[in-house]
């Protein structure tokens, strides 16, 4: 049975292994804003600080592990629908909720410091009240531009101002998965030589193996 | 999963496979049936080795994670080449991207995938790849190059999932007691050469829809990706540019099995997305389907019928028998003069109407019709007459059917 989490009133205070349930609030008395998620779920920790929820080792039912997650909401309550990690070589996730009242929406993913910084290491798309997958509704399904009812801040946190009824976040942060430009061609690009040198492997034995067929004696 | 399970697994499989070859071998009486009874195995088992990402993936998620994508996308593809080239290993058989869990991957998806450079965030599907478009090329034609040298059509006739589904429906035919049909000469070479047409024609719309992004300027309307925010561009720009999947008749099945065993919702196949461009679904076009219907029906007629213009078929048959490829191909079929009557039954049996084996007087045989099935060797009754040969060894040869009996 799941053992919800204390609402907290103020300052930082933290709960520890904790599992909640859809009916968990996750209240922000600060902002007049509360935190839902709608499956099941557990966390290593979950404290408020500075008005946003930290969790820790967040897991959801359905989802995979999420190493930390700072969610803020003011004057307005969210549903975290869906919250996971498409893969973890890459640092990339997407986060679906939905809204209930005009208010503002924080998210920090916990991504290395040059996600805020640095836009040629990541990918970042923010779709307000529209779906990203299935585009049938009236905004075709397009992320919207950054200033656009969103911004990101430099330490890497997502503020939607924008979303009336529903929100979905994809990120993608590549910093770690950048080449080396000062390694040599051939460390830098080891799939390609993995693939040249197969290449040449297979032809040279196609040549040893037609050399000793077609010389005297050989084989037909 | 960790890499012991991994292992784990990987071991199970190749001694359920070593132990189901054997009892093949050697419960098999019929000699004219035994390459065929293992050929079917070795279907079978490539099929789960493929999809291999779909047997081991998350089942029942919620609608906003159809594909999922751990543990499946760290396996094989994605896990072991990382982000250089996260796609998975390219195999030249049909084997869509999507619901294969990037276990191997359809080439001619990837050659298409890269000519058209998503890896832009603007245009893309959020993937990101930290090599060019024309390195990643490189890697996946070195790929269809090696497997095509070390195994030929070998791929089409023992390895391909597609290539199963129209032998079963060969088997289909059989059950109803239904001679199949046969194209006359000229119609099978004529639609064994429109294979490069087909090919050509989808590469060519590859950078027709890839256009803005490879040379900056729109070859047609829409395909620019960066202005094209309503539904008809955003169809364009982000699910055209891999044309040959929207008439490939392999997707369906795929998508098909996919949402069979739960792992794909349903509702995002059957949903119109892009408006008014053809499209059904997410994944599957009408025209992916009338096609799979099409091909269905004639394979029921004509033994292998989409083999004979599968594009996929073109660009291992064009790597394998044509020159210089084919001189230093590792697997092919030999023919000695001396030994063949001409009895003609080797062009007979044949599923893809090849006629080399037939025509040539001896020597090796390398024609790109023909995918290495086997059943010409397995029927011929001469001893020694036909062979498959792999790296200058015999590996298999035609039999005495007079010595068996006696």
């Known amino acids: ?61 359905y989802s995979t592990p999420v190493a930390s997650l700072r969610v803020g909401t003011k004057n307005c309550n969210i549903t975290i629908t869906s919250f996971s990690v498409f893969l973890a ?30 836009p040629k290491i990541r990918d970042l798309m ?43 976040i994809f990120y993608s942060d590549h910093s770690s998965q950048l080449i080396d430009s000062d390694l040599p061609f051939y460390q830098s690009h080891p799939v390609l030589m993995a693939s040249l040198v197969l290449v040449a492997g297979v032809v040279l034995v196609g040549v040893a193996v037609k050399v000793k067929s077609t010389r005297p004696g050989g084989k037909p | ?50 999809f291999m990402g779909l047997l081991i993936g998350p089942f029942n998620q919620p609608l906003w994670l159809p594909l999922g994508s751990s543990p ?29 869990g990037r276990t191997v991957t359809c080439a001619v998806w990837q050659i298409q995938a890269y000519i058209f450079p998503f890896w832009d965030y603007s245009v893309g599907y959020n993937v990101f790849y930290s090599t ?50 046969s ?36 070859l047609i309307p829409g395909t620019d990706p960066n202005t094209g925010h309503d539904v008809l561009h955003s169809g364009i720009t982000s699910n055209i540019n891999e044309p040959f999947c929207l008439v490939c008749p392999m997707r369906p099945l795929c998508i098909l099995i996919e949402c069979g065993i739960g792992s794909m919702n349903w509702s995002y196949v059957s949903q119109i997305v892009y408006g008014p461009f053809w499209i059904t679904g997410f994944y599957v076009t009408s025209i992916n389907l009338a096609i799979l219907i099409l091909v269905t029906i004639l394979s029921l007629a004509y033994r292998r019928f989409w083999c004979r213009i599968c594009p996929m078929g073109a660009l291992t048959g064009l790597f394998s028998t044509f020159s210089p490829f084919k001189h230093v191909a590792l697997t092919r079929l030999h023919k000695d003069e001396q030994k063949c009557t001409k ?15 037939y025509d040539k007087k001896g020597g090796d045989v390398t024609e790109s019709r023909c995918i290495l099935c086997m059943r010409c060797v397995e029927m011929c009754p001469y001893g020694n007459a036909l062979k498959a040969k792999f790296a200058g060894k015999t590996v298999m040869s035609s039999r005495n059917w007079l010595e068996d009996k006696v």
């Open chain 2, 72 to 100: 499946r996308d760290h396996l094989i593809g994605a896990g072991f080449f990382g982000n250089e080239f996260p796609d998975g290993i390219s195999l030249p058989i049909l084997a869509c991207y999507y619901p294969n």
């Open chain 1, 126 to 168: 923010v779709f307000l009240d529209s779906d990203p997958l299935t585009q049938n509704n009236d905004s075709g399904g397009q992320s919207a531009p950054e200033g656009s009812g969103w911004t990101l801040s430099e330490d890497g946190t997502i503020t939607v101002t924008g979303a009336a009824a529903e929100a979905f």
């Open chain 2, 343 to 357: 009895c003609g039954i080797c062009k007979r049996v044949c599923p893809t109407q090849a006629t080399e084996m």
């Open chain 1, 89 to 118: 070589s890459q640092n990339a996730g997407a986060v679906h909720y939905n809204v209930t009242g005009p208010g503002i929406q924080t998210f920090n993913f916990g991504l290395s410091p040059a996600f805020g910084l640095n």
């Open chain 2, 132 to 181: 060019s478009g024309l390195e990643m090329l490189v890697i996946v034609f070195s790929s269809i190059i090696f497997a095509s040298l070390l195994l030929g059509r070998f791929f089409c006739g023992w390895l391909c999932p597609f290539g199963l589904y129209m032998d079963l429906l060969t088997r289909v035919r059989k059950v109803f007691k239904k001679r199949h049909l």
């Open chain 2, 183 to 218: 194209f006359s000469p000229k119609t099978n070479t004529a639609l064994h050469q429109s294979r490069y047409v087909i090919i050509a024609i989808f590469l060519i719309l590859s950078v027709i829809f890839g256009s803005y992004s490879i040379f900056g300027a729109e």
């Open chain 1, 1 to 61: 049975m799941a053992v919800g989490l204390l609402s907290v009133s103020s300052g930082s205070q933290a709960q520890t292994a904790a599992s909640f349930t859809p009916d968990t609030p996750f209240n922000i008395p600060d902002c007049n804003g509360t935190i839902y998620f709608a499956f099941n779920g557990s966390c290593a920790q979950a404290r408020l600080e500075n008005s946003t929820w930290v969790f820790s080792d967040l897991q959801l039912a």
């Open chain 2, 1 to 50: 999963m960790s890499l012991v399970n991994e292992v784990t697994v990987a071991v199970i499989f190749v001694a359920i496979l070593a132990a189901g070859v054997v009892a093949i071998l050697k419960s098999t009486k019929d000699r004219t049936r035994r390459v065929s009874h293992l050929r079917f195995f070795i279907q079978i088992a490539a099929v789960f080795v493929v």
